[in-house]
T-cell receptor, first 114, second 112 residues
Framework: KAGVTQTPRYLIKTRGQQVTLSCSPI?????VSWYQQTPGQGLQFLFE???????NKGNFPGRFSGRQFSNSRSEMNVSTLELGDSALYLC?????????????FGQGTRLTVV | DAKTTQPNSMESNEEEPVHLPCNHS???????IHWYRQLPSQGPEYVIH???SNVNNRMASLAIAEDRKSSTLILHRATLRDAAVYYC?????????????FGQGTTLQVKP
C-alpha cells in the first residue's frame, strides 16, 4: 500500500511569509501527527489530529497551526516565518493512536527560511 | 511524560548481534515501550514495541526487564543498512493521545 506522502519535499521561504505543508496518510489511518526535527532540538512533537479533531498539541507558539480534513489528509501552517523555523517537518499516520500501534512516517518536508 | 536514557552512540561489526540499551526508570504500568529508527535523510521507521513481555518480529527483538525499568533492542545480525539513529520511546496509553516523545537516541555505526 502507498506510504505517507508529504508535499512539497523541499521549500524555501522568506522571513515573515507563511507556509502550508501537506500530509496524506496511509489509507484507513485516522491519526495524523506532526513533528519538527532540527539538529539542535531533535524531533519535537507539534500536534496530533484524529478524526478531524486536534487531540494534543506540543509546546510551540500559536504561529504553528494545523487541521485535518474528512479524508484524514492533514495540513500544517506556519505564519510569520522566522529563521529558526528552518527544519525538517515530519508527518506520521497510524490506524488508531501511535501508543500501541505502529506509526508510519513520511519522508518529510525540508523547510528553509532565508 | 516518562523519560528514557540511551547511550549517544554505539558501534558494531557487520553480521554480529547488537544490543541497544534503554533505561526508563520512571515508566508507569500503562506505558508502552517503542523503538523507532531513522536512517539518514529519511523519516523515522517503526522497529518494534511492547508492554511487558519480550517481543520478536522480523526486524528485531525487544527484551523488557522484569521491573520494566529498562529494555534492550536486539538486532540479531547487523547489516550496513542498520546504521541509523535508534530511538527508545515511552507512550502513555491512559492519555488517549498518539504523542511520541523522542529523545536524542543512539547513533549506531556498523563496520564492514
Amino acid at each position: 500500500k502507498a506510504g505517507v506522502t508529504q508535499t512539497p519535499r523541499y521549500l524555501i521561504k522568506t522571513r515573515g511569509q507563511q507556509v502550508t505543508l501537506s500530509c496524506s496518510p496511509i489509507s484507513g489511518h485516522r491519526s495524523v501527527s506532526w513533528y519538527q526535527q532540527t539538529p539542535g532540538q531533535g524531533l519535537q512533537f507539534l500536534f496530533e489530529y484524529f478524526s478531524e479533531t486536534q487531540r494534543n498539541k506540543g509546546n510551540f507558539p500559536g504561529r504553528f497551526s494545523g487541521r485535518q480534513f474528512s479524508n484524514s489528509r492533514s495540513e500544517m501552517n506556519v505564519s510569520t516565518l522566522e529563521l529558526g523555523d528552518s527544519a525538517l517537518y515530519l508527518c506520521a499516520s497510524s490506524w488508531g493512536t501511535a501508543l500501541n500501534t505502529e506509526a508510519f512516517f513520511g519522508q518529510g518536508t525540508r523547510l528553509t527560511v532565508v | 511524560d516518562a523519560k528514557t536514557t540511551q547511550p549517544n552512540s554505539m558501534e558494531s561489526n557487520e553480521e554480529e548481534p547488537v544490543h541497544l540499551p534503554c533505561n526508563h526508570s520512571t515508566i508507569s504500568g500503562t506505558d508502552y515501550i517503542h523503538w523507532y529508527r531513522q536512517l539518514p535523510s529519511q523519516g523515522p521507521e517503526y522497529v518494534i514495541h511492547g508492554l511487558t513481555s519480550n517481543v520478536n518480529n522480523r526486524m528485531a527483538s525487544l527484551a523488557i526487564a522484569e521491573d520494566r525499568k529498562s529494555s534492550t533492542l536486539i538486532l540479531h545480525r547487523a547489516t550496513l543498512r542498520d546504521a541509523a539513529v535508534y530511538y527508545c520511546i515511552l507512550s502513555r496509553t491512559s492519555s488517549n493521545t498518539g504523542k511520541l516523545i523522542f529523545g536524542q537516541g543512539t547513533t549506531l555505526q556498523v563496520k564492514p
